[in-house]
């Protein structure tokens, strides 16, 4: 069992940086991949970036890919998600999650592949 708290979320003007923490509990942490997954008003929720359970691999989706930046801490038990040069578009809820299968290899893209879920936290860009 994992259980997932975001912080770090804000209101920052566009061109700003945010830095978001997902802290787990459980002593399993380091076996899982993670991922932030983010909600838009209105819309579904959709991925945003993983890594792997051992950290040394990470993908993006394209919208976010040179701006943001998928890391984790295994000793503090805390995965972290640095935005820079935050646009409008980003505004949205962010979810942190972690996978379904442990020590699984390659990369997770879908809601469907995670496990576990924190509530959320929200980001908000203005223009």
């Known amino acids: 069992q994992v259980q997932l708290v975001e912080s770090g979320g804000g209101l920052v003007q566009a061109g700003g940086s945010l830095r978001l923490s997902c802290a787990a509990s459980?002593?399993?942490?380091?076996?899982?991949?993670l991922g932030w997954f983010r909600q838009p008003p209105g819309k579904e929720r959709e991925f945003v970036a993983t890594?792997?359970?051992?950290?040394?691999?990470?993908d993006y989706a394209d919208s976010v890919k040179g701006r943001f930046t998928i890391s984790r801490d295994n000793a503090k038990n805390t995965v972290y998600l640095q935005l820079n040069l935050l646009k409008p578009e980003d505004t949205a809820v962010y979810y942190c999650?972690?996978?379904?299968?442990?020590?699984?290899?390659?990369?997770?893209?879908?809601?469907?592949?995670?496990?576990?879920w924190g509530q959320g936290t929200q980001v908000t860009v203005s223009s």
């Open positions: 999650a972690a996978s379904s299968t442990r020590y699984g290899s390659g990369y997770y893209y879908t809601k469907d592949e995670y496990r576990y």
């Open positions: 459980g002593r399993t942490f380091s076996s899982y991949a």
């Open positions: 890594i792997s359970w051992r950290g040394g691999s990470t």
